[in-house]
């Protein structure tokens, strides 16, 4: 079993992360969830704490901060980096290398060969943009595992490509993934 950093940022299907992380823990999995400030407005993060007995991150500086450099320390602990739901923001952040919170820093701070998953969920027309399809792109091209999104119903109340896959089915996927390490 593996440590698992789940990253989730502000969209609407940030209420399926915490099945998410529940899952993970249940799998076996140590899981520490690195929340961004906006994800923070949506849903505190003492419940992803509550469901996988870890602490659980928003942001390094300050009173909020639980080390000298939790992006170092995050980095260091983490066996594998989940992005779920990672926003068109999220995506275009990393795709861009930036380090403007815990989430990006941490990612960038990843030892060479943390294997990175990241699953985006938007509105069909936000997925659709060619810069988000560009960033989307850049991060598989850049060795990302970029699970993409399904078509149906998003959260959004719109119906296309954009909606997060099932807590389940991304749990199958982290499997997948360790499972070739082995
Ligand atoms: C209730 C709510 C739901 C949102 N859902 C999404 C979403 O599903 N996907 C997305 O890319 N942006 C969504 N947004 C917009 C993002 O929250 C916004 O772009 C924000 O800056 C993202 O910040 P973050 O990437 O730091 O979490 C939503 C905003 C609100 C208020």
């Avoid at 949506?42 to 080390?67: C, H």
């Avoid at 999220?90 to 701070?109: C, E, Y």
Wanted: neutral net charge.
């Amino acid at each position: 079993m593996a440590k698992i950093l789940l990253a989730a940022s502000a969209s609407v299907a940030l209420y399926k992360a915490c099945d998410l992380a529940s899952k993970l823990a249940q799998d076996g999995h140590a899981v520490r969830a690195i929340l961004t400030k906006r994800a923070a407005e949506l849903v505190n993060p003492q419940l992803f704490e509550a469901v996988t007995s870890e602490p659980a991150f928003v942001d390094e500086f300050g009173a909020a901060r639980r080390s000298a450099m939790d992006h170092i320390d995050l980095a260091q602990w983490g066996e594998l980096f989940l992005t779920a739901p990672a926003s068109a923001d999220l995506v275009a952040r990393f795709a861009h290398g930036l380090a403007d919170d815990l989430v990006t820093t941490t990612a960038l701070a990843l030892p060479t060969g943390t294997p990175k998953l990241v699953s985006p969920a938007m509105n069909p027309n936000m997925l659709a943009q060619p810069a988000v399809r560009r960033n989307l792109a850049q991060l598989a091209a850049d060795g990302w595992l970029v699970i993409e999104p399904e078509v149906g119903h998003t959260a959004c109340g719109d119906a296309g490509r954009g909606r997060l896959p099932e807590p389940a089915t991304l749990v199958e996927r982290v499997r997948a993934v360790l499972a070739k390490r082995r």
